[in-house]
């Protein structure tokens, strides 16, 4: 009952502020986040999840940087006189409630020139802005052929 008390009551010192910000860290969902590690000869790979916006407004994601990468960009996959071709975006919006899947051969992240080795297993630090919010979120590097 206590409980429920206090629930109630934060609920209200909530609704009292205007234009409450979201808080990322709770409402932004990351399923399975991962990243292909980088085949050899290659300076270029791709890193998925699936990214559920938990807040009541619309939110913007950009993605800014990964640990031991030189450089990142959001891409999206289109058709392009009958092929498919990778093009660079600013940024994926994701509606309240929404889920935004970034998939291989869809929506994705892309990373270039390593500058350390990307273990299999070990994890790589992305930070994103969500409405120009700094958010970071570990990435499992996983290998690129499913085992
Ligand atoms: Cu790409």
């Not at 980088?38 to 800014?64: M, R, S, V």
């Not at 071709?85 to 309240?96: C, E, L, N, R, V």
């Not at 998939?103 to 350390?116: A, I, N, R, S, Y």
């Amino acid at each position: 009952m206590r409980t429920m008390i206090l629930f109630a009551t934060a609920i209200l010192a909530f609704a009292g502020t205007a234009s409450a910000e979201c808080d990322l860290k709770t409402k932004v969902e990351f399923s399975d986040p991962r990243i292909f590690a980088p085949l050899k000869g290659t300076n270029a790979t791709g890193g998925f999840a699936k990214i559920k916006n938990n807040c009541t407004e619309e939110l913007e994601l950009a993605f800014k940087s990964a640990e031991g990468f030189k450089a990142v960009e959001s891409h999206v996959t289109v058709e392009e006189s009958g092929r498919m071709a990778m093009k660079k975006t600013d940024s994926f919006k994701i509606k309240p409630g929404e889920t935004l899947e970034l998939v291989p051969g869809g929506k994705h992240l892309m990373f270039f020139d390593p500058q350390t080795e990307i273990k299999e297993g070990s994890e790589v630090k992305l930070t994103f802005t969500f409405n120009k919010k700094e958010l970071s979120v570990p990435f499992k590097v996983i290998p690129r052929i499913k085992k």
